[in-house]
């Protein structure tokens, strides 16, 4: 059994499909993130971009996990970038659960060219020990899949790297 556990928050699928991608590949849990909040349209834009802004704490729905989240080795956690910070519902399971975490690696969406590894240390404050790798992909970018391959190969290695893409 694998003890890596991959967690993310999607409002519109691309977070999602990376990191199934990711859990496929390494052949562990998957788990989705949900806050009950309605984020669709453009008022769901807009609050999200402002949640984020403002550092909130939207509370996330209860989740199952196989195991309690302090025996897996490793959580990679996804989240897109918004406002150029974190999700608002990732930085909600961030601020319940990082204490618990014993070692945490990123995986961060993101729709421009602008890499936004600031968003790693804004993460960072939440969870015991420094993230062990991490990642930020442009979903739609040329080189999207070999950083994604990339961060495969140093979570394999021990979780050692960070990388970016497009
Ligand atoms: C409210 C909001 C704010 C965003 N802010 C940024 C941003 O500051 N920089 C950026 O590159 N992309 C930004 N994006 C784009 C998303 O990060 C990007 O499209 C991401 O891959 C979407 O992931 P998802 O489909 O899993 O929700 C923003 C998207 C939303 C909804």
């Known amino acids: 059994m694998s003890y890596t556990l991959c967690v993310y928050y999607s409002r519109t699928g691309s977070t999602e499909k990376l990191m199934r991608e990711i859990s496929q590949e390494l052949g562990c849990e998957l788990v989705r993130l949900e806050d009950g909040v309605d984020r669709s349209g453009l008022k769901g834009w807009l609050r999200s971009g402002m949640q984020a802004m403002a550092r909130k704490l939207p509370p996330v729905k209860p989740f199952r996990t196989v195991l309690p989240l302090s025996a897996y080795e490793l959580v990679i956690i996804g989240t897109p970038v918004w406002a150029?910070?974190?999700?608002?519902?990732?930085?909600s399971?961030?601020?319940?659960?990082?204490?618990?975490?014993?070692?945490v690696a990123y995986v961060?969406?993101?729709g421009?060219?602008?890499?936004?590894?600031?968003?790693?240390d804004q993460m960072d404050l939440y969870v015991r020990t420094p993230h062990v790798g991490a990642v930020t992909i442009r979903p739609d970018s040329v080189g999207a899949d070999f950083w994604r391959d990339s961060f495969l190969a140093s979570i394999r290695d021990g979780g050692k790297g960070s990388g970016h893409a497009g």
Do not use: K, M, N
């Open 84 to 91: 150029g910070r974190c999700s608002a519902p990732v930085r």
């Open 93 to 103: 399971f961030l601020r319940e659960h990082g204490e618990e975490l014993r070692r």
């Open 108 to 110: 961060i969406t993101r």
């Open 112 to 120: 421009s060219d602008v890499r936004y590894e600031e968003v790693y």
